[in-house]
């Protein structure tokens, strides 16, 4: 983990090899005048996988990576380590279809992410990444996930911001005086279309860039990407709602 000090900070998360929700929400960033960017994990594992690593690689030290789960998944997959059992043949063939697309840089890339990042940004003092939770990087939480189940996740952890991805859903929660910021999603959001991101500094923004969805969809049907047509249908054009996921991971609290 290292700190540094930085003035606005744009934290991209979750973006799942989806390219052209990459390209708006880099656009954005850059009108935005973002001095870093912070890519927040599963980069990769989407139909678009090398394109969307070599274009955030291309942005050189102004970008900092944290590991996503799918990333970790994708490098086993490359190396021949089995994946766990749990995962059923849906998710297998898309971890593994991702794998082939990359070279051996690209893995050598994704395997350096550090698990989580500590940078200092104007107006909330030293901010700390990570992609699910400080001490995971598959945990769930939402919103809506009870303080005394958020707290043991918070364990050790001395930054009173955090920000979060994973579960694709942005929000803005404060649990014993840590504010927990979840980026969103950038290529795979949960709600309305849309490339999901956050701007921080002096405060933390919350930002939803649209783009060219048919053209984005009509790009990924004609990848070879194991799932797709599901992926151009249920991710890009017509996603769940926030509140389908909601209920599905919090089912208690729905």
Same mark, same amino acid.
């Given at each position: 983990?290292?700190?540094? =000090?930085?003035?606005?900070?744009? #934290? +991209?998360?979750?973006?799942h090899g989806n390219l052209p929700a990459l390209e708006?929400?880099? #656009?954005?960033?850059?009108?935005?005048?973002?001095?870093?960017?912070?890519?927040?994990?599963?980069?990769?594992?989407?139909?678009?996988?090398?394109?969307? +690593?070599?274009?955030?690689?291309?942005?050189?030290?102004?970008?900092?990576?944290?590991?996503?789960?799918?990333?970790?998944?994708?490098?086993?997959?490359?190396?021949?380590?089995?994946?766990?059992?749990?995962?059923?043949?849906?998710? !297998?063939?898309?971890?593994?279809w991702t794998a082939a697309q990359l070279d051996r840089?690209?893995?050598?890339?994704?395997?350096?992410?550090?698990?989580?990042?500590?940078?200092?940004?104007?107006?909330?003092?030293?901010?700390?990444?990570?992609?699910?939770?400080?001490?995971?990087?598959?945990?769930?939480?939402?919103? =809506?996930?009870?303080?005394?189940?958020?707290?043991?996740? +918070?364990?050790?952890?001395?930054?009173?911001?955090?920000?979060?991805?994973?579960?694709?859903?942005?929000?803005?929660?404060?649990?014993?005086?840590?504010?927990?910021?979840?980026?969103?999603?950038?290529?795979?959001?949960?709600?309305?279309?849309?490339?999901?991101?956050?701007?921080?500094?002096?405060?933390?923004?919350?930002? =939803?860039?649209?783009?060219?969805?048919? !053209?984005?969809?009509?790009?990924?049907?004609?990848?070879?990407?194991?799932?797709?047509?599901?992926?151009?249908? =249920?991710?890009?054009?017509?996603?769940?709602?926030?509140?389908?996921?909601?209920?599905?991971?919090?089912?208690?609290?729905?």
């Open positions: 983990m290292s700190s540094t =000090r930085m003035e606005r900070v744009a #934290a +991209l998360y979750d973006i708006a929400a880099m #656009a954005a960033v850059e009108a935005a005048g973002a001095d870093t960017i912070v890519v927040g994990g599963d980069v990769v594992l989407g139909p678009m996988p090398r394109e969307t +690593l070599e274009r955030l690689l291309a942005l050189g030290p102004r970008a900092r990576f944290i590991r996503g789960n799918c990333d970790r998944l994708v490098v086993d997959a490359f190396d021949g380590r089995p994946l766990p059992p749990r995962l059923p043949p849906a998710v !297998r063939e898309p971890i593994a840089t690209h893995r050598d890339a994704l395997a350096g992410f550090p698990e989580t990042l500590a940078l200092g940004v104007d107006g909330l003092g030293e901010v700390l990444f990570c992609h699910a939770t400080p001490r995971s990087d598959e945990e769930i939480y939402t919103v =809506r996930t009870p303080a005394e189940r958020v707290r043991p996740m +918070l364990e050790g952890v001395m930054q009173r911001v955090v920000v979060c991805g994973h579960t694709h859903m942005q929000f803005d929660r404060t649990v014993d005086g840590v504010r927990l910021l979840n980026a969103g999603s950038v290529g795979m959001p949960y709600g309305r279309p849309g490339a999901y991101w956050l701007l921080l500094g002096p405060d933390a923004q919350p930002v =939803r860039t649209d783009y060219d969805l048919e !053209r984005a969809a009509d790009l990924v049907r004609h990848t070879s990407y194991p799932q797709a047509a599901e992926f151009a249908e =249920r991710q890009l054009l017509r996603p769940q709602s926030e509140e389908e996921i909601l209920r599905l991971f919090e089912p208690a609290a729905g």
